[in-house]
T-cell receptor, first 116, second 110 residues
Framework: NAGVTQTPKFQVLKTGQSMTLQCAQD?????MYWYRQDPGMGLRLIYY???????DKGEVPNGYNVSRLNKREFSLRLESAAPSQTSVYFC???????????????FGPGTRLLVL | GENVEQHPSTLSVQEGDSAVIKCTYS??????FPWYKQELGKRPQLIID?????GEKKDQRIAVTLNKTAKHFSLHITETQPEDSAVYFC?????????FGQGTELSVKP
């Protein structure tokens, strides 16, 4: 099993260009997430999808859109890239644990994006 | 809004010493608190978690404690080894979403 995969691994964009980051999972998890990681700021949630067919905004959604294509795939789109979107992007999937709740999240390898 | 504060931002210890990282959270409804370890250039990975119905959980050299009244929880690593060097993130589950702390860069010197 591949777990959580992301493409591409690296990308350089010019300001104003668009691109889509792809995420796929073979873990049969319902929840999927997109985070960005910047130095000193931890992981910040951009968008998430609690189940196939639903998406919701996280902490920092501006400048991004998402599509939950099916249970396996969750893509993140930058319509008009800006230098402030230079970051490492992680996709994650989640599985509810038993008992009082909580969710273990499994992260993909990340996409490093540089916007010039 | 919901907030998770993590301290310290960097921590350097000698091999064999203990390391403690602390987090505070703002939403009293939070009931799940995982810790993730991220090695350089790698993805974050869950190392331990705790739920609100317990005060402490141990797994070999790592332990997590939770004080719900004070709204803080801590990661304890004993007998540190060079391979423990990484960035550690705490998180709190709020409204079905994980809110992460800013991270602690732990350096274990041989």
């Amino acid at each position: 099993n591949a777990g959580v995969t992301q493409t591409p691994k690296f990308q350089v964009l010019k300001t104003g260009q668009s691109m889509t980051l792809q995420c796929a999972q073979d873990m049969n998890h319902n929840s999927m997430y997109w985070y960005r990681q910047d130095p000193g700021m931890g992981l910040r949630l951009i968008y998430y999808s609690a189940s196939e067919g639903t998406t919701d905004k996280g902490e920092v959604p501006n400048g991004y859109n998402v599509s939950r294509l099916n249970k396996r795939e969750f893509s993140l789109r930058l319509e008009s890239a800006a230098p402030s979107q230079t970051s490492v992007y992680f996709c994650a999937t989640g599985t509810r644990t038993s008992g009082l709740g909580g969710e273990t999240q499994y992260f993909g390898p990340g996409t490093r994006l540089l916007v010039l | 809004g919901e907030n998770v504060e993590q301290h310290p931002s960097t921590l350097s210890v000698q091999e064999g010493d203990s390391a403690v990282i602390k987090c505070t959270y703002s939403d009293s409804a939070s009931n799940y608190f995982p810790w993730y370890k991220q090695e350089l250039g790698k993805r974050p990975q869950l190392i331990i978690d705790i739920r609100s119905n317990v005060g402490e959980k141990k797994d070999q050299r790592i332990a997590v404690t939770l004080n719900k009244t004070a709204k803080h929880f801590s990661l304890h690593i004993t007998e540190t080894q060079p391979e423990d060097s990484a960035v550690y993130f705490c998180a709190a589950l709020v409204g079905g979403k994980l809110i992460f702390g800013q991270g602690t860069e732990l350096s274990v010197k041989p």
